[in-house]
């Protein structure tokens, strides 16, 4: 049974491009959430999507957004990059309804 | 609002010695949930433990416990005679409501090295 599987593992953009992070759950899992770790913070939370909608966002600017497809696997899209938003981006995966959540092992985004 | 304070930023520990690692939190709310994820080098966050706040019973998995004290706010977890394998960042963090899996607040994560 894979895990929640996120690609790419790294990635490297230059100022002001646009970059596209994926995310597979774990199978049986309809939730997927969206966490950015700055270096030395804990995880934040950017936004939830479940049945293809956003379903709660966190303080994160409109460049951040998502999409939830049929199959529950889930993209980041970050537009107009910044420096600042150099970070581990982690994904996680839930079942409605259920409190435990499981990780990827994150794309770690650099922007130069 | 919520809130998760990890107060130690950095602990060392000899390897078997016993460390315990603070948490505590803040809620308005009265379900809620608690957790301890462990982020080694990798950046996995790895799963340890999951508590309600309906039940303050303590929990031992092996060479972790739990310890979960409404009255204070805190949810200590202790791992004792620490190995090498222990090294990593850990992390408190808070689900406000059953409705809203997945959706967890962190702490700013505690690293623990274990030396040899």
């Known amino acids: 049974d894979a895990g929640v599987t996120q690609s790419p593992t790294h990635l490297i953009k230059t100022r002001g491009q646009q970059v596209t992070l994926r995310c597979s759950p774990k199978?049986?899992?309809?939730?997927v959430s969206w966490y950015q770790q700055a270096l030395g913070q804990g995880p934040q939370f950017i936004f939830q999507y479940y049945e293809e909608e956003e379903r709660q966002r966190g303080n994160f600017p409109d460049r951040f957004s998502g999409h939830q497809f049929p199959n529950y696997s889930s993209e980041l899209n970050v537009n107009a990059l910044l420096l600042g938003d150099s970070a581990l981006y982690l994904c996680a995966s839930s079942r409605r309804g259920n409190t435990e959540a499981f990780f990827g092992q994150g794309t770690r985004l650099t922007v130069v | 609002a919520q809130k998760v304070t990890q107060a130690q930023t950095e602990i060392s520990v000899v390897e078997k010695e016993d460390v315990t690692l603070d948490c505590v939190y803040e809620?308005?709310?009265?379900?809620?949930?608690l957790f301890w994820y462990k982020q080694p080098p990798s950046g996995e966050l790895v799963f340890l433990i999951r508590?309600?706040?309906?039940?303050?019973q303590n929990e031992i998995s092996g060479r972790y416990s739990w310890n979960f004290q409404k009255s204070t706010s805190s949810f200590n977890f202790t791992i004792t005679a620490s190995q090498v394998v222990d090294s990593a960042v850990y992390f408190c963090?808070?689900?406000?409501?059953?409705?809203?899996?997945?959706?967890?607040?962190f702490g700013q994560g505690t690293e623990l090295s274990v030396k040899p």
């Open positions: 199978s049986g899992h309809d939730t």
């Open positions: 809620t308005r709310d009265t379900t809620y949930y």
């Open positions: 963090a808070l689900i406000k409501s059953y409705n809203q899996g997945g959706k967890l607040i």
């Open positions: 508590r309600n706040s309906f039940d303050e």
